[in-house]
């Protein structure tokens, strides 16, 4: 819009290099007041209308301002530079030209330098120095840039100097520090003002970052504007879950891979494994292993400083198209699927590559959440994962008796789960960190474990018979995940998804007396009679 309005108006009027600094300097003031409504208004819009605000008006307030006078300033660009006689088209192909590879670079230094490194506050600082830098610029006398321009006066051009420096110094001060409040919960910000302490913020390369403390103690990791890990009871039992069914069920599981770190429960799961020898955790935002997972030592076992654990920064999917290692277990717990980028790591074409790095009698772990989800995200995860691993199975983590979460299991071949001896190694006191590791979160012993049996592919046919797969070429799940956002039905989709399960006779093998008060637990987990 500023770019038609602008070129529309020049044509009819007279403007050049003053008009073009103006903007420049302009653009200072559109910075700081879009910073205002990005930053104050999370700390100081209350009411029903706090929705409609942060969907439409804030949108508009920061983009829609800077937006018409970066558009404007091209014409008006083109204008200052333009002499008599120049073929348009080359002016015209230039001033794009310098447009588009400027950019590029800005894009490139502000994304992966300046906010990593210095953060979004003074990110724009710095572009409001630029800004007023380049209007100052074409205040140059002419002659000192080949045009036969007349000089404005030496004491005018020193007086706007400094007005210039002055108003964009205050303006750059004015700039406010990302609200952690807003990296934390998003567009739930307003809802969560006063409640819990922000202890940590930080902005990173791939994603903003938070950790905050409850008034009882409890601990979030927060991602994507949202809580994505926690200490909680439930989110606990669920993290310890995916990390021991990981090392319990292969015979050896030396070399594991851990995708994602996130609060590093998990993966601190894995670690207390004595027959795990070498951990890896694939993580793609430096912050989390560096600083979140730190915040959460008491729970994770400190994973991060266990010195047979290493740390690879790279995107999960990246690291494993292009690394020869083979490992004997992998669990993945990326973000929610609609997250961008996370539905790679859903896909069919993903788990084929993951079943390649596995060992033979591997096993491979994932997680699957219930809570804002749909019925159709939830068949698409489940079924795009059974397809790639017939063998496997799904086990639930409830909680008072509801679904919540869920722990997909699948081994590379096909092979039965000794419950006894999973037991003997519990009672190993070797292994008595894990025993204790499980107690903490309601799970005594390895009936406990496996109870939680919620279906297979033979169960859960009828429900996933419609089921979309999430393949690279259509990564579907990513949009079936958004449709969840706001929604908790996570027991009815949990209720659908077991209509049809009962104890699997070819899952799990043992003495008569075990698999007899495993069939009972599982009976009674998923409301069937005996």
Not at 1 to 6: A, Q, Y
Not at 378 to 389: D, G, I, R
């Amino acid at each position: 819009f500023g770019r038609i309005f602008l070129g529309t108006y020049y044509d009819t009027t007279n403007m050049g290099d003053p008009d073009f600094d103006g903007f420049q300097f302009n653009l200072n003031d559109a910075s700081v007041a879009s910073d205002n409504v990005y930053g104050q208004t999370y700390t100081e819009m209350r009411g029903q209308f706090y929705t409609f605000q942060l969907d439409m008006l804030r949108a508009l307030w920061v983009l829609l301002p800077a937006s018409i006078l970066w558009g404007a300033s091209f014409p008006l660009a083109i204008g200052a530079i333009a002499e008599a006689g120049q073929d348009p088209a080359t002016l015209v192909g230039g001033v794009y030209a310098a447009n588009t590879v400027g950019a590029i670079f800005g894009a490139l230094v502000t994304s992966l330098g300046l906010v990593g490194t210095v953060g979004s506050q003074v990110a724009q600082q710095v572009l409001i120095g630029v800004a007023a830098i380049s209007g100052l610029l074409m205040l140059v006398p002419g002659k000192m840039r080949g045009e036969g321009t007349r000089a404005p006066q030496p004491s005018f051009a020193l007086a706007l100097v400094a007005v210039v420096a002055v108003s964009s110094g205050l303006l750059a001060r004015s700039v406010s520090p990302l609200p952690g409040i807003l990296v934390a919960y998003g567009r739930y910000a307003a809802t969560w003002l006063g409640i819990n302490d922000i202890i940590y913020v930080g902005e990173g390369v791939t994603a903003s970052v938070a950790v905050s403390r409850t008034p009882g103690g409890v601990l979030n990791y927060h991602n994507a504007g949202k809580v994505q890990a926690s200490s909680e009871p439930q989110d606990m039992r669920l993290q310890r879950m995916l990390g021991h069914i990981t090392t319990l069920v292969p015979a050896n599981p030396s070399k594991v891979l851990v995708i994602g770190c996130g609060a590093g429960v998990t993966a601190g799961a894995v670690s207390i494994d004595p027959m795990v020898k070498d951990q890896t955790i694939a993580e793609i935002e430096p912050l989390v292993p560096r600083v979140v997972s730190t915040h959460f030592a008491e729970h994770n076992f400190d994973v991060v400083r266990n010195p047979k654990v290493k740390v690879h920064l790279d995107d999960a999917r990246h690291y494993l198209l292009t690394t020869n290692e083979k490992f004997d277990a992998i669990t993945s717990d990326p973000l929610d699927p609609w997250v961008k980028g996370a539905a790679t790591l859903y896909t069919r074409e993903f788990f084929e590559v993951v079943k390649e790095h596995l060992n033979p009698g591997g096993v491979v772990t994932l997680f699957v959440q219930l809570y804002e989800s749909t019925d159709e995200a939830t068949k698409s995860e489940v079924a795009t994962f059974l397809e790639a691993f017939p063998n496997g199975a799904v086990f639930a983590n409830t909680a008072n008796g509801q679904g919540y979460d869920l722990v997909l299991y699948g081994p590379k071949d096909a092979m039965k789960i000794d419950v006894d001896k999973v037991e003997a190694r519990l009672r190993q006191p070797e292994n008595a960190r894990i025993t204790q590791s499980l107690r903490e979160v309601g799970i005594n012993s390895a009936i406990d474990l496996f109870g939680n049996y919620a279906g297979s592919v033979q169960d859960l046919g009828r429900w996933m018979k419609d089921a979309q797969i999430n393949t690279d070429r259509n990564l579907r799940l990513q949009f079936l995940a958004g449709l969840g956002l706001n929604r908790y039905d996570s027991d009815p989709i949990y209720k659908k998804m077991i209509v049809d399960s009962k104890y699997p006779d070819n899952l799990f093998v043992g003495s008569p007396d075990t698999l007899a008060q495993l069939r009972q637990r599982i009976n009674a987990q998923l409301g069937r009679s005996e």
